[in-house]
């Protein structure tokens, strides 16, 4: 079984500052990593993901996320935010068979001007 | 637009009542997940169907059932409603039963 722990659950920060979103993870077996983007009253949405290979991920919007295996972690970072990323940010994890998502609790950025 | 459809969007109903919500994958996706997201239980995974068979079962409780038909689509099925069943009910598709999915709008339903 898998389990997700995001360490912060709302993150208030001002507009241009740098970000970083924790999120640790436990398993026995090999995972995959995702990040999803939650905006308000709205669906789930893909940011980024780690399947293999290179351990450092970016999104097309200026996230990246470091797959760490020796310490369970895939943190998010943003060097410079805007107003439009706040939005509720979720930490994921599948088993390499990628039967199901297991989620973390969700962590809420507040971006102020 | 992720390209994964759901209906209704919003669902209002009594307890005990039974609701059937729908969902359609994206073009070519095999595989559909069903999860529910509450305040107090956030997201977590209900039931997995790959071509037309079930795949994989989480906290799913007996009172609730789905399938997928031949056409792809997967409808979730939920009975003798409880008010603790009121959240927002998402599906989500991918190619294969792995690999990244794509989330629907969901079906938010409200039982009173």
Redesign the interface.
Known sequence: AQSVTQLDSQVPVFEEAPVELRCNYSSSVSV?L?W?VQYPN?????LL?Y?SGSTLVESINGFEAEFNKSQTSFHLRKPSVHISDTAEY?CAV?D???????????TRLMVKP | DSGVTQTPKHLITATGQRVTLRCSPRSGDLSVYWYQQSLDQGLQFLIQYYNGEERAKGNILERFSAQQFPDLHSELNLSSLELGDSALYFCASSVESRGEQFFGPGTRLTVL
């Open positions: 995959y995702f999803y709205q669906g789930l949405q893909l993901k399947l979720f599948s390499n068979a990628g039967n199901m998502l297991t989620f973390g609790g969700g």
